[in-house]
Structures are given as C-alpha cells and as structure tokens.
C-alpha cells in the first residue's frame, strides 16, 4: 500500500471556496500543513467573472486568481492540481485520487463544487456545444465566437442571461430556450421575470418559453428541434441549467447528503473530522423558514469558508451570515438579499420602467427578501427588514423615495 502524504488540513476543491479557506487559515496564524487538491489546470480563481466580464475579454486571465502563483509557496499550501478525488476512506481518514495518489488529513474539508448539468443530446460535434463553468470553458468558447454567429441558449436562469447579454454586446444572434413558462422562476417573483424578459427582448435576444430542445440535427448550422414543433438554427449551443454538487465521494463514504451534502451549523458532516462548504453543501437556513438549502454564491462560499477556519483554530462560530447574490445585465445591476423560498406575497416598491425599482418578499408577514434593480440603497438597507413583520398595506413601502429605515424608525 501506498504511504500516505500527511496534511493536517486537506482541502478537496481549488475554487473559490476551498481557495479562500486556504487563505484564511494562513491569515489566522495556521500553522499546520495544508494541502489543497483541485482537478483543474488553474490555481484558485474567480468564477463569477467567467460568465460576464473574462467572456467579454474585459478581464485578464491573471485577474480572476485569488493570489498570485508566489502566494501558495510562500505560505506553504500544496497545490495538488489536475486530479480528482475518488473516493474516501473516513476511518483510515484518507482520501485517494484518479491519479492513483494518496493522501491522509487530519481535518478534511470537501469544497468540490458541482458540475454543470447536461441534457440528452444526439452525436453533434464537441465543439459545439457548451458549458459556462470554468475557465477551460470560457477558453474553448472565446477561441470560437469569432467564427460564429448565432448562438442557442438553453436555461433562463442566472447564467443564461448573463450570458445572452453579453452575446448581444457581442453582435451574436441569441435565442434562449427555457423548460419554465417564465424566466428565474425558481428565485424570482413574476413581477422580475417580466421585467428582464422586456429588457433582454429590447435588446435583440429571441425567448422561447415553456419549451424544451427535443433533438437536434447536426448541419452547418445545427437545427434545434423544440417540442412545440418549432426549430431553431444556431452555430453552437450554450447549456446553463444549473450544476450537480459533486457528492458521490462523500456519500459513497457514508456521509449524510439530500440535495447535497448536510451539515451543521459549523459546517461539519455527519462523518468525523470531515467539514464541507460552499457550491456543494446543504444546510438548514432561518432565511429560508429553516428548510435544508444550498446555495451557489460566492457570499455562501466565503462566510462558510470563515467558520471552518475558525473551527479548525478551536473557535466556535456558527454560520449566520444573510444570504446575498448578484448578477450584471447590460446596465443593470440585480442585487438580492435574503432567501424568496416559500414566499406568499410579494410588494412592487418603484416602476420598473425606469430600470430602478425594488421587490419585497413576505413570508407569513415577515419580510424574507428583497431584490433590488439599481438600488443600491435598498440592498444596503434591506437586511433591516428582514424577518421584520412591516406593514404590507403602509404606503411609505411603495415609495421609492423613503428609506427602508425610516419603515422602522416610525410607526
């Protein structure tokens, strides 16, 4: 059998938050060994850029790393890139990798992230079809968009307008195909749905609703076939219907997963000595009526990362961080706080015609979230609110000119 490399601290996943995990563990004076193991090329780098501005050729590759390449020697964490774990073995406590490589820990923490989700597709060329993950990705899509002119999206989620919007600043054709009879339907209310629908259909992107890709017939150009008897022409084909946590390691190992994998409010597993965080990681939120959420956000990776660290040093801090996303679109900036899970009503703070406006979510009369369209003050204020039982008749809520705060400050 193999001996062993020793770590105290192993890191599975070189993203962001098995980077910042790394970092953060230097940063509070750690001085056991560290090892961090990622199955990319890259060291840890930035992944929101991916989608916006690395595929707009507006942000250097060297920019999106967290650190430079001297950084990790320096502080002594050891980079195992371009290899997978496998499988894990939580009594020996080691883990073991497609290279045939094999390492112990003290302390193991599974930052793995997912893979993009696929869809049954016929024999059509590789190099036409797409995911928007990492930036082997973006590399193989960038080398491409040059030659091409239209381009098929499939997902309306938060990737798949990114990205049709800068496909449009681009000049490309987009027709985004979207199995939901609206956009962002899992996460947003009607109201925001309609609103981005107006913006990217101004903007030239042709929406396909309610439809799914049945087949596709390989051609110069490819012809998507919908299951509404209606086709599309398109030179490639972007998939973005969301990403797999990658679990299997850990549940093969006996861990305790459901839509990934569960942990405390310390972010531990339900095996010994094994932490997990981020993209990957399942856990019960107050922000969303204590159901078993996860979360893809850089937000969610870092805060989680920063109560492993703290843990691993003997400090026990619980995660309680409010959930925060964004995304940019065009000139519009969509920034939201809380979690709109389960919500029951929803209250229209502005005019969505002038690109500035706010929505508040209720969740049993307690305010549970807001999203913000150039507002940035209300998302600033808006952690206020939350779990605040405001008046949803009070008129001073649908005026855009009174702070969130005042909302508390009188009756």
């Known amino acids: 059998m193999l001996d062993p490399h020793k770590f105290d601290v192993l890191i599975v996943g070189a993203g962001q938050a098995g980077g910042q995990l790394a970092c953060g563990l230097r940063m509070a004076k750690f001085e056991g060994s560290i090892g961090l193991i990622g199955d990319e090329a890259d060291p840890p780098y930035e992944r929101p850029p991916l989608s916006k501005d690395y595929l707009m050729g ?6 999106l790393y967290l650190r430079n390449d001297d950084f990790w020697e320096n502080q002594q964490i050891d980079l195992k890139l371009q290899q997978r774990v496998v499988s894990i073995d939580p009594i020996e406590q080691t883990v073991t990798t497609d290279k045939g490589n094999l390492f112990s820990y003290g302390s193991l923490v599974w930052a793995a ?4 989700k696929s869809i049954p597709l016929p024999r059509i060329s590789p190099d036409r079809v797409f995911t928007i993950r990492t930036l082997a990705d973006i590399d193989r899509l960038n080398a491409k968009l040059s030659h091409i002119e239209n381009i098929a999206i499939i997902g309306g989620g ?12 681009l000049g490309k054709g987009v027709d985004l195909v979207e199995v939901a009879p609206r956009l962002l339907s899992r996460v947003a209310a009607a109201e925001m749905s309609d609103f981005l629908l107006k913006v990217h259909g101004d903007h030239g992107v042709r929406f396909h609703l309610g439809m799914s890709v ?25 998939i973005g219907i969301g990403i797999e946590p990658t679990i299997t390691p850990l549940a093969e190992a006996g861990a305790e997963i459901g839509n990934g994998i569960h942990v405390n409010a310390f972010c531990q597993s339900s095996l010994p000595n094994i932490y997990a965080i981020g993209d990957c990681v399942s856990f019960k939120s107050p922000y969303a009526n204590d159901h078993w959420v996860r979360l893809e956000s850089v937000q969610n990776a870092n805060d989680q990362a920063k109560v492993v660290v703290q843990h691993i040093l003997g400090r026990e801090k619980a995660y309680t961080a409010v959930p925060w996303f964004w995304s940019d679109q065009y000139d519009l900036k969509l920034q939201t706080i809380g979690l709109t899970h389960g919500y029951d009503n929803v209250i229209l703070r502005g005019d969505p015609q002038t690109n500035s406006f706010s929505l508040v979510y209720f969740r049993k009369n307690l305010v ?19 779990g605040k039982a405001i008046d949803q008749k009070d008129p001073r809520l649908k005026e855009i000119s009174i702070p969130f705060k005042e909302l508390l400050d009188h009756p």
């Open 58 to 63: 507006e942000k250097s590759r060297e920019r």
């Open 158 to 169: 938060y990737i798949g307008l990114e990205a049709a919007a800068v496909f449009r600043k």
């Open 214 to 238: 049945q087949d596709i017939t390989d051609g110069d150009p490819l012809t998507l076939h919908l299951n509404t008897q209606t086709s599309i022409d398109a030179d490639i084909v972007i």
């Open 113 to 116: 992230g997912g893979t993009p």
């Open 368 to 386: 549970c979230a807001i999203d913000s369209i150039n507002r940035p003050l209300d998302f600033a204020q808006g952690r206020l609110l939350l």
